[in-house]
């Protein structure tokens, strides 16, 4: 088992340039999210899904899109991308069972300038 | 939004017992109780969860008070390797995360 990967490991970015994140899990879990995690901060959930085809959104989707086509993958794309937006990224997935352990990935470190 | 009270940060001294508290008294019955811990430049691990019941594992013990308002995760003898954010989560499904405490181990 890989676990969660994601890539790519660091990003930079310029105001205005889209991009996409990729997260993905070979545990066959149904739900995945997104978190950012802003400089000497806790984590923020941004989107989250449930299983294939069913998103949601969490504390802070503003300027992100997700989409979940497949079981293993669940990518984070960023429309327009903003300095506010820099953060480093983290994917977790877990069983879709009340008090399920989630794993997280590395994380994406990105910058945008 | 579920939101815990815990101390900004912590101290110990190796091969102490550590005991991190958290306050959830919006807690509702079916919420778990989360901890997680995240080491510097890494993502979050999983270090335990309970429902009603006191839990062990081979990282900690969590010992979670009678009306589930608050609960202690014991670390029972710290490591320089326990220095981490410890974060105190409940939730029934979705994790949402707080500040955390952040424990510092002397040797």
């Known amino acids: 088992n890989a676990g969660v990967t994601q890539t790519p490991k660091f990003q930079v970015l310029k105001t205005g340039q889209s991009m996409t994140l990729q997260c993905a899990q070979d545990m066959n879990h149904e739900y995945m999210s997104w978190y950012r995690q802003d400089p000497g901060m806790g984590l923020r959930l941004i989107h989250y899904s449930v299983g294939a085809g069913i998103t949601d959104q969490g504390e802070v989707p503003n300027g992100y899109n997700v989409s979940r086509s497949t079981t293993e993958d669940f990518p984070l794309r960023l429309l327009s991308a903003a300095p506010s937006q820099t953060s480093v990224y983290f994917c977790?997935?877990?069983?879709?069972?009340?008090?399920?352990?989630?794993?997280f990935g590395p994380g994406t470190r990105l910058t945008v300038t | 939004d579920a939101k815990t009270t815990q101390p900004n940060s912590m101290e110990s001294n190796e091969e102490e017992p550590v005991h991190l508290p958290c306050n959830h008294s919006t807690i509702s019955g079916t919420d778990y109780i989360h901890w997680y811990r995240q080491l510097p430049s890494q993502g979050p691990e999983y270090v335990i969860h309970?429902?009603?019941s006191n839990v062990n594992n081979r990282m900690a013990s969590l010992a979670i008070a009678e009306d589930r308002k608050s609960s202690t995760l014991i670390l029972h003898r710290a490591t320089l390797r326990d220095a981490a954010v410890y974060y105190c989560i409940f939730s029934t499904d979705k994790l949402i995360f707080g500040t955390g405490t952040r424990l510092q181990v002397f040797p």
């Open positions: 309970g429902l009603t």
């Open positions: 977790a997935s877990s069983q879709w069972t009340s008090g399920k352990e989630q794993y």
